[in-house]
Protein backbone atom coordinates (compact mmCIF):
# COMPACT_ATOMS: atom_id res chain seq x y z
CA UNK A 1 0.00 0.00 0.00
CA UNK A 2 0.83 3.32 -0.63
CA UNK A 3 0.39 6.36 1.21
CA UNK A 4 -0.18 10.05 0.60
CA UNK A 5 -1.07 13.00 3.18
CA UNK A 6 -2.55 16.25 2.41
CA UNK A 7 -2.38 18.98 4.92
CA UNK A 8 -1.40 22.76 5.28
CA UNK A 9 -0.46 24.04 8.16
CA UNK A 10 -3.64 26.37 8.16
CA UNK A 11 -6.90 26.09 7.19
CA UNK A 12 -8.42 27.65 4.34
CA UNK A 13 -5.45 26.61 2.07
CA UNK A 14 -7.17 24.61 -0.39
CA UNK A 15 -6.27 21.46 0.97
CA UNK A 16 -9.29 19.71 0.41
CA UNK A 17 -9.87 21.09 -3.28
CA UNK A 18 -6.45 19.32 -3.44
CA UNK A 19 -6.85 16.06 -2.02
CA UNK A 20 -10.48 15.56 -3.50
CA UNK A 21 -8.76 16.41 -6.85
CA UNK A 22 -6.00 14.17 -6.86
CA UNK A 23 -8.47 11.21 -5.55
CA UNK A 24 -10.70 11.59 -8.16
CA UNK A 25 -7.61 11.90 -11.25
CA UNK A 26 -5.91 9.16 -9.73
CA UNK A 27 -8.67 6.77 -9.51
CA UNK A 28 -9.24 6.37 -13.15
CA UNK A 29 -5.32 4.23 -13.24
CA UNK A 30 -6.18 2.85 -9.67
CA UNK A 31 -8.73 0.57 -8.69
CA UNK A 32 -8.55 0.28 -5.21
CA UNK A 33 -8.25 4.17 -3.86
CA UNK A 34 -9.45 5.19 -0.67
CA UNK A 35 -9.42 9.01 0.59
CA UNK A 36 -9.74 9.58 4.03
CA UNK A 37 -11.05 13.31 5.46
CA UNK A 38 -9.13 13.31 8.90
CA UNK A 39 -10.55 16.72 9.94
CA UNK A 40 -12.88 15.75 12.40
CA UNK A 41 -14.27 19.03 13.23
CA UNK A 42 -14.86 20.24 10.10
CA UNK A 43 -14.86 17.52 7.71
CA UNK A 44 -16.07 19.16 4.03
CA UNK A 45 -14.49 16.72 1.13
CA UNK A 46 -18.41 15.18 0.40
CA UNK A 47 -19.41 18.35 0.28
CA UNK A 48 -16.66 19.36 -2.73
CA UNK A 49 -17.46 16.10 -3.99
CA UNK A 50 -21.34 16.70 -4.47
CA UNK A 51 -22.21 13.83 -1.68
CA UNK A 52 -25.73 14.59 -0.44
CA UNK A 53 -25.60 12.15 2.27
CA UNK A 54 -22.72 9.86 3.76
CA UNK A 55 -23.16 5.92 4.18
CA UNK A 56 -22.47 3.14 6.35
CA UNK A 57 -21.99 4.98 9.53
CA UNK A 58 -20.09 3.59 12.63
CA UNK A 59 -20.04 4.86 16.31
CA UNK A 60 -16.18 5.94 17.46
CA UNK A 61 -16.37 4.38 21.15
CA UNK A 62 -13.93 5.14 23.66
CA UNK A 63 -12.84 3.45 26.57
CA UNK A 64 -15.04 5.04 29.68
CA UNK A 65 -13.99 4.59 33.41
CA UNK A 66 -16.85 3.99 35.94
CA UNK A 67 -16.08 3.67 39.40
CA UNK A 68 -17.64 1.00 41.32
CA UNK A 69 -17.83 1.75 44.93
CA UNK A 70 -17.62 -1.51 46.24
CA UNK A 71 -14.48 -1.85 45.71
CA UNK A 72 -13.24 2.02 45.40
CA UNK A 73 -10.99 2.56 48.96
CA UNK A 74 -11.01 6.31 47.28
CA UNK A 75 -7.27 6.33 47.68
CA UNK A 76 -7.22 8.71 44.95
CA UNK A 77 -4.63 7.30 42.54
CA UNK A 78 -6.81 7.37 39.52
CA UNK A 79 -7.44 11.34 40.00
CA UNK A 80 -3.49 11.57 39.60
CA UNK A 81 -2.75 9.61 36.66
CA UNK A 82 -5.26 11.25 34.79
CA UNK A 83 -3.95 14.08 32.92
CA UNK A 84 -6.92 15.48 31.29
CA UNK A 85 -9.11 16.09 34.53
CA UNK A 86 -11.58 13.84 33.64
CA UNK A 87 -11.73 12.47 37.09
CA UNK A 88 -12.08 14.50 40.46
CA UNK A 89 -12.65 13.94 44.05
CA UNK A 90 -14.14 16.02 46.73
CA UNK A 91 -12.27 15.31 49.50
CA UNK A 92 -12.70 11.35 50.61
CA UNK A 93 -15.59 11.36 48.13
CA UNK A 94 -15.41 8.76 45.74
CA UNK A 95 -14.46 10.19 42.05
CA UNK A 96 -16.71 11.54 39.70
CA UNK A 97 -15.90 11.35 36.03
CA UNK A 98 -16.69 13.96 33.73
CA UNK A 99 -17.10 11.88 30.14
CA UNK A 100 -16.09 14.81 27.71
CA UNK A 101 -12.93 15.53 29.08
CA UNK A 102 -11.93 11.69 29.66
CA UNK A 103 -9.65 10.74 26.09
CA UNK A 104 -9.97 7.10 26.59
CA UNK A 105 -6.33 6.06 27.50
CA UNK A 106 -7.04 3.44 30.65
CA UNK A 107 -4.15 4.68 32.63
CA UNK A 108 -7.10 5.10 35.44
CA UNK A 109 -8.04 1.45 34.46
CA UNK A 110 -4.69 0.03 34.79
CA UNK A 111 -3.36 2.18 37.64
CA UNK A 112 -6.54 1.70 40.11
CA UNK A 113 -4.46 -0.85 42.74
CA UNK A 114 -7.63 -2.61 43.70
CA UNK A 115 -9.73 -2.93 40.43
CA UNK A 116 -12.55 -0.78 41.08
CA UNK A 117 -12.40 0.87 37.10
CA UNK A 118 -15.09 -0.85 35.34
CA UNK A 119 -15.19 -0.13 31.34
CA UNK A 120 -18.06 1.79 29.66
CA UNK A 121 -18.49 3.32 26.38
CA UNK A 122 -18.19 6.89 25.17
CA UNK A 123 -19.52 7.75 21.48
CA UNK A 124 -17.05 10.54 20.06
CA UNK A 125 -17.99 10.61 16.93
CA UNK A 126 -18.32 8.41 13.79
CA UNK A 127 -17.05 7.20 10.39
CA UNK A 128 -18.40 6.69 7.48
CA UNK A 129 -17.59 4.76 4.02
CA UNK A 130 -19.08 6.30 0.97
CA UNK A 131 -18.99 5.22 -2.55
CA UNK A 132 -18.07 7.84 -4.71
CA UNK A 133 -17.96 7.54 -8.60
CA UNK A 134 -17.32 9.55 -11.59
CA UNK A 135 -17.35 8.58 -15.38
CA UNK A 136 -17.43 4.62 -14.01
CA UNK A 137 -14.69 4.93 -12.16
CA UNK A 138 -14.97 5.17 -8.09
CA UNK A 139 -12.74 5.63 -5.33
CA UNK A 140 -14.40 5.20 -1.09
CA UNK A 141 -14.35 8.17 0.76
CA UNK A 142 -13.71 7.27 4.38
CA UNK A 143 -15.14 10.18 6.88
CA UNK A 144 -14.82 11.07 10.44
CA UNK A 145 -16.78 13.24 12.47
CA UNK A 146 -16.79 14.36 16.07
CA UNK A 147 -19.94 14.76 17.67
CA UNK A 148 -20.40 18.90 18.82
CA UNK A 149 -18.70 19.71 21.90
CA UNK A 150 -16.17 16.57 21.75
CA UNK A 151 -12.50 17.68 22.32
CA UNK A 152 -10.79 14.97 21.72
CA UNK A 153 -9.33 14.99 18.11
CA UNK A 154 -6.63 12.60 18.28
CA UNK A 155 -8.48 9.14 19.23
CA UNK A 156 -11.14 10.06 16.39
CA UNK A 157 -8.57 10.54 13.90
CA UNK A 158 -6.97 6.75 15.08
CA UNK A 159 -9.91 4.88 14.78
CA UNK A 160 -11.10 6.75 11.26
CA UNK A 161 -8.05 5.65 9.82
CA UNK A 162 -7.97 2.50 11.26
CA UNK A 163 -11.21 2.17 9.22
CA UNK A 164 -9.79 3.25 6.03
CA UNK A 165 -6.82 0.16 6.32
CA UNK A 166 -9.86 -2.25 6.90
CA UNK A 167 -10.63 -1.93 3.43
CA UNK A 168 -7.00 -2.89 2.38
CA UNK A 169 -6.40 0.11 -0.74
CA UNK A 170 -3.85 0.33 -3.26
CA UNK A 171 -3.83 3.85 -2.37
CA UNK A 172 -4.30 5.92 0.92
CA UNK A 173 -5.08 9.69 0.11
CA UNK A 174 -5.63 11.25 3.62
CA UNK A 175 -6.71 14.96 4.05
CA UNK A 176 -5.13 16.12 7.10
CA UNK A 177 -7.15 18.17 9.59
CA UNK A 178 -5.56 22.44 9.78
CA UNK A 179 -2.91 23.51 12.40
CA UNK A 180 0.78 21.53 13.30
CA UNK A 181 -1.15 19.39 16.64
CA UNK A 182 -1.15 15.38 17.21
CA UNK A 183 -4.25 14.43 15.27
CA UNK A 184 -2.85 16.34 11.95
CA UNK A 185 0.82 14.56 12.16
CA UNK A 186 -1.08 11.18 13.23
CA UNK A 187 -2.95 12.11 9.81
CA UNK A 188 0.59 11.69 8.13
CA UNK A 189 2.45 9.76 10.23
CA UNK A 190 3.10 6.62 8.39
CA UNK A 191 2.24 8.56 4.91
CA UNK A 192 5.20 7.99 2.24
CA UNK A 193 4.69 10.89 0.95
CA UNK A 194 3.39 14.46 2.57
CA UNK A 195 1.82 16.95 -0.10
CA UNK A 196 1.63 20.99 2.05
CA UNK A 197 -0.70 22.99 0.50
CA UNK A 198 -0.06 26.89 1.43
CA UNK A 199 -0.91 30.18 -0.10
CA UNK A 200 1.49 33.27 -1.18
CA UNK A 201 0.36 35.17 1.67
CA UNK A 202 1.81 36.22 5.15
CA UNK A 203 -0.23 33.71 6.99
CA UNK A 204 0.27 31.21 4.33
CA UNK A 205 4.01 31.57 5.09
CA UNK A 206 3.89 31.85 9.36
CA UNK A 207 2.05 28.21 8.85
CA UNK A 208 3.91 26.60 6.29
CA UNK A 209 6.83 27.33 8.26
CA UNK A 210 5.32 25.38 11.23
CA UNK A 211 3.72 22.68 9.13
CA UNK A 212 7.59 22.15 7.55
CA UNK A 213 9.27 22.14 11.07
CA UNK A 214 6.85 19.06 11.37
CA UNK A 215 7.66 17.06 8.46
CA UNK A 216 11.35 17.94 8.83
CA UNK A 217 11.37 16.66 12.22
CA UNK A 218 9.20 13.34 11.05
CA UNK A 219 12.18 13.15 7.86
CA UNK A 220 9.21 12.84 5.61
CA UNK A 221 9.32 13.43 1.96
CA UNK A 222 7.67 16.57 0.89
CA UNK A 223 5.86 18.21 -2.32
CA UNK A 224 5.00 21.54 -1.93
CA UNK A 225 1.65 22.92 -4.01
CA UNK A 226 1.11 27.03 -3.88
CA UNK A 227 -1.98 27.57 -4.48
CA UNK A 228 -4.25 30.82 -5.28
CA UNK A 229 -0.74 31.48 -7.12
CA UNK A 230 -0.75 35.31 -8.22
CA UNK A 231 -2.84 36.71 -5.59
CA UNK A 232 0.47 38.18 -3.22
CA UNK A 233 4.12 37.70 -3.12
CA UNK A 234 5.68 34.39 -3.87
CA UNK A 235 9.13 35.49 -2.44
CA UNK A 236 7.51 35.36 1.28
CA UNK A 237 7.62 31.75 1.09
CA UNK A 238 10.95 31.24 -0.71
CA UNK A 239 12.52 32.99 2.47
CA UNK A 240 10.57 29.77 4.42
CA UNK A 241 11.60 27.40 2.09
CA UNK A 242 15.47 28.16 2.08
CA UNK A 243 14.91 26.74 6.02
CA UNK A 244 13.49 23.45 5.11
CA UNK A 245 13.51 20.46 3.09
CA UNK A 246 11.07 20.44 -0.17
CA UNK A 247 11.43 18.20 -3.45
CA UNK A 248 8.96 19.64 -5.28
CA UNK A 249 7.25 22.69 -6.05
CA UNK A 250 3.77 23.00 -7.84
CA UNK A 251 1.68 26.12 -8.87
CA UNK A 252 -2.34 26.34 -8.44
CA UNK A 253 -2.95 29.40 -9.84
CA UNK A 254 -5.79 31.97 -8.46
CA UNK A 255 -9.49 30.51 -10.39
CA UNK A 256 -12.87 31.68 -10.39
CA UNK A 257 -13.75 28.39 -11.21
CA UNK A 258 -12.84 27.38 -8.07
CA UNK A 259 -14.99 29.66 -6.61
CA UNK A 260 -17.71 28.29 -8.51
CA UNK A 261 -17.35 24.63 -7.53
CA UNK A 262 -17.53 25.25 -4.20
CA UNK A 263 -20.93 27.55 -4.51
CA UNK A 264 -22.41 24.66 -6.40
CA UNK A 265 -20.98 21.84 -4.87
CA UNK A 266 -19.43 20.58 -8.20
CA UNK A 267 -15.97 18.78 -8.06
CA UNK A 268 -13.97 21.33 -10.00
CA UNK A 269 -12.48 18.87 -12.22
CA UNK A 270 -15.52 16.89 -13.10
CA UNK A 271 -17.22 19.90 -14.36
CA UNK A 272 -14.81 22.76 -14.79
CA UNK A 273 -11.76 20.55 -16.75
CA UNK A 274 -10.31 23.27 -18.68
CA UNK A 275 -9.72 25.79 -15.96
CA UNK A 276 -6.23 26.98 -14.89
CA UNK A 277 -6.70 25.44 -11.77
CA UNK A 278 -8.03 21.85 -13.00
CA UNK A 279 -4.99 21.77 -15.71
CA UNK A 280 -2.67 22.59 -12.72
CA UNK A 281 -4.13 19.45 -10.98
CA UNK A 282 -3.53 16.97 -13.39
CA UNK A 283 0.34 17.92 -14.07
CA UNK A 284 0.36 17.38 -10.17
CA UNK A 285 -1.62 13.59 -10.69
CA UNK A 286 0.53 12.56 -13.70
CA UNK A 287 3.23 13.42 -11.54
CA UNK A 288 2.14 11.20 -8.64
CA UNK A 289 1.31 8.47 -10.81
CA UNK A 290 4.99 8.43 -11.91
CA UNK A 291 6.16 8.41 -8.16
CA UNK A 292 3.98 5.75 -7.46
CA UNK A 293 5.06 3.84 -10.37
CA UNK A 294 8.69 3.69 -9.45
Known sequence: MTSIAVTGGKGGTGKS????????????????????????????????????????????????????????????????????????????????VFPRLCSGCKACYYACPYGAIRGAGHILGYTYVTPVCFGGRCFKLVTGMLIE????TPPGVYRTLQRALELKPELLIVDTGAGTGNAVSMGFRDSDLVIVVTEPTPLGAHDLDSILEVTDAMNKQVWLVVNKYGIGDITILETVLRRHRVEKIFHIPYDKAVVEAYAYSKPL???????????????????????IKH
Open 149 to 152: GEEH
Open 17 to 96: LVATSLATLLSKNIDDLVLVDADLEGPNDHVILGIEELENREPITLFLPMIDTTKCTRCGVCVKICDTGALFMAGKAYPI
Open 269 to 291: IIHYPSSPASRALMKISDELMGW
